[in-house]
């Protein structure tokens, strides 16, 4: 059994910052990290930024330049650096890691941010 535990969400005034984290708890043998994904009532989740196992980098446009994904694989640690918030940043945050070789995704259950003056 894996578990995915997001942390770091709250209420923020644009502008300001934010850190996430999300560690793996549980049978964490073959996990690696895929990035960070969010939501917003009444939308299909969308990818804000991913990291390969060659820690190679991809951000969505509409967040690149003000956020920073980043692991530390020895701590099963993923984090997501939020500067520069904006209100359409809104939304429960999500990580995502995989299994090596099993194809099956792993979600947490989520943290929310709020940019709101």
């Known amino acids: 059994q894996v578990q995915l535990v997001e942390s770091g969400g709250g209420v923020v005034q644009p502008g300001g910052s934010l850190r996430l984290s999300c560690a793996i708890s549980?049978?964490?043998?073959?996990?690696?990290?895929r990035g960070w994904f969010r939501q917003t009532p009444g939308r299909q989740r969308e990818l804000v930024a991913t990291?390969?196992?060659?820690?190679?980098?991809h951000y969505s446009p509409s967040v690149a330049g003000r956020f920073t994904i980043s692991r530390d694989s020895a701590k099963n640690m993923l984090y997501l650096q939020m500067d520069n918030l904006k209100p359409e940043d809104t939304a429960v945050y999500y990580c995502?890691?995989?299994?090596?070789?099993?194809?099956?995704?792993?979600w947490g259950q989520g943290t929310q941010v709020t940019v709101s003056s």
């Open positions: 995502n890691a995989v299994r090596a070789g099993s194809g099956v995704f792993h």
């Open positions: 549980g049978n964490s043998f073959g996990m690696y990290f």
């Open positions: 990291i390969s196992s060659g820690d190679s980098l």
